[in-house]
């Protein structure tokens, strides 16, 4: 079977290494390096507590599907890349500024994942939290993982499993012959294939031929790092509060995110850089003596309705893999392990079907 893969993101290499795996001949087109996109570009979280609000929503069983995945497929990716990936799970707090906000906090720890902890005892997992915060949720199973070196990881992965990878050469459109085959037109040349998976990210929407009604939108997304002055450091979970959320890496912490509607701009802006900043410092004043390191944007593949993209569109044989919005990490071993499933033919996880391209009154 040939399988042509557009977009080299997390969830384009992630479906490359489980379908070359598989026995599938794959090539990956990516319009610019490989993991480049908002996979380079995110916070790394794996946070299905934390980020993912509506309990037993299709997105949220989905979510914590993946989450339950992650400590293998990061164990198997790191032995089949030889790339470190850090994945760890230190959990996270959602820290609560007002005690009305403790409340409905506290209501919703009873019937989720998450338990409410005093401040005290917040304080106690995180020291640099301030004294008059008014208690927060802890969601001992969320974590991280360097997504850099993640992106790194699947594309050593799917290389060595036999995948090929063409770099800077965009997928134009894609088409159909009469014999069914799938023809996929770049600027240099024509591929074909008995499969497509379309997994271009925030750019899934901008392919001319039979995905074109795609309907996927960039949200821009602005992140901060931070580097700890000599000596300092602030290991542990990931923390939630004022709007942002800081994510404690190595001798870093990144700072995120702004969400904003304005198209294909992924320029870091003076706006967002304060707006980052003083959120953070509001949750963490000890950070006033960090300095910022780096700046950057990325783009969000977003959905009409919020939930991913994901499964064989109206199209037999032509797969879409795309509207993970802010949860495109954490969801890449569930949506490979689907993808590869509908593909192959076989079960995917009851969940699935709520993600299917058909949902929308359109081509596809
Ligand atoms: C600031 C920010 C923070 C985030 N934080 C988190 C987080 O903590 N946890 C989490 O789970 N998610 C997070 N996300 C979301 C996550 O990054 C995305 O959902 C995920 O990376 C999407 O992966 P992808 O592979 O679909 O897209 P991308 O990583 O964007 O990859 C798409 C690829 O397709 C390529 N491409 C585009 N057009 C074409 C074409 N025509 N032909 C060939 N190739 C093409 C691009 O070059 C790119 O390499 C964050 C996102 C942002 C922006």
């Known amino acids: 079977m040939k399988v042509i893969i557009i977009g080299a993101g997390v969830a384009g290499l992630a479906i490359a290494w489980r379908m070359a795996k598989s026995g599938a001949q794959v090539l990956v087109l990516d319009r610019a390096q490989p993991a480049r996109g908002a996979t380079y570009a995110s916070a790394g979280m794996i946070a299905a507590t934390a980020e993912i609000a509506v309990a037993g929503s299709p997105g949220v069983l989905f979510g914590r599907r993946s989450r339950d995945l992650w400590p293998d497929f990061a164990k198997e990716l ?11 799970q230190d ?13 409905r906090l506290q209501r919703e720890a009873m019937g989720g994942e998450a338990e409410f902890l005093s401040p005290e005892q917040a304080r106690m997992r995180a020291p640099m939290l301030p004294p008059d915060i008014a208690g927060a949720l802890w969601a001992p199973r969320d974590g991280q993982v360097d997504n850099r070196a993640l992106g790194q990881a699947l594309t050593n992965a799917a290389i060595r499993a036999g995948a090929k990878l063409s770099a800077n050469e965009a997928a134009v459109r894609i088409e159909q012959a009469d014999s069914g085959e ?13 499969v497509v998976v379309l997994a271009a990210g925030a750019w899934s929407g901008q392919i001319g031929g039979l995905a074109a009604d795609l309907p996927i939108r960039p949200v821009k997304g602005e992140m901060l790092a931070l580097a700890a ?67 950057w944007a990325g783009l969000r593949p977003a959905s009409p309705d ?19 919005y802010r949860n495109g990490i954490l969801l890449a071993p569930a949506l490979a392990e689907a993808v590869a499933q509908l593909i192959l033919k076989l079960e995917p996880a009851e969940e699935i079907a709520a993600f299917s391209p058909v949902r929308f009154d359109r081509a596809l």
């Open 78 to 88: 790191e032995s089949a890349s030889g790339v470190e990936i850090t994945f760890r």
């Open 91 to 103: 959990g996270a707090l959602i820290v609560s500024a007002g005690s009305e906000d403790a409340e």
């Open 182 to 194: 799938f023809v996929v037109l770049t600027a240099f040349r024509i591929h074909r294939a008995d």
């Open 229 to 295: 002055p000599e000596g300092e450091a602030m290991p542990g979970p990931l923390l939630w509060g004022h709007g942002v959320y800081l994510v404690p890496r190595k001798d870093r912490i990144f700072i995120g995110a702004t969400v904003e509607e304005v198209g294909f701009d992924t320029k870091p802006s003076a706006h967002a850089r304060s707006w980052l900043l003083e959120r953070a410092h509001a949750l963490v004043p000890g950070l006033r003596e960090w300095s910022v390191r780096e700046h």
């Open 306 to 324: 919020g939930l991913p993209i994901i499964g064989e569109s109206g199209i037999p044989g032509l797969f879409i893999a795309s509207g993970q």
